[in-house]
């Protein structure tokens, strides 16, 4: 039915810059929600930013200000442009695709924040 994969993961120091990309490789027929989540080490896993059906972007309390999320055309490609990253990002990102067909997440991508 299809697949997620997100990339462009790594290290960066604080304050640093990072950009994520998230693909889903199947037909998109409705969308019920996209987003990005991340789970921190010991921690539960938190909503990083999400589009409703509607179209409408949502940001986490953590991430709201620093973050931007965006997506193609065809809504099958999502980027997560983050500024100003402190240690307390690193995370597992992951990226997920509620569908009409499916519930889909990706394998998640490490990202850390380091000096």
């Known amino acids: 039915q299809g697949q997620v994969v997100e990339s462009g993961g790594g290290l960066v120091q604080p304050g640093g810059s990072l950009k994520l990309n998230c693909t889903f490789s199947g037909s998109i027929n409705e969308i019920y929600a996209t987003g990005w989540y991340r789970r921190a080490p010991g921690k539960q896993r938190e909503l990083v930013a999400i589009?409703?059906?509607?179209?409408?972007?949502n940001y986490g309390n953590s991430v709201r200000g620093r973050c931007t999320v965006s997506r193609d055309n065809a809504k099958s490609t999502m980027f997560l442009q983050m500024n100003n990253l402190k240690p307390e990002d690193t995370a597992v990102y992951s990226c997920?695709?509620?569908?009409?067909?499916?519930?889909?997440w990706g394998q998640g991508i490490q990202v850390t924040v380091s000096s």
């Open positions: 589009f409703t059906s509607s179209g409408t972007l």
């Open positions: 997920n695709f509620w569908l009409s067909h499916g519930n889909y």
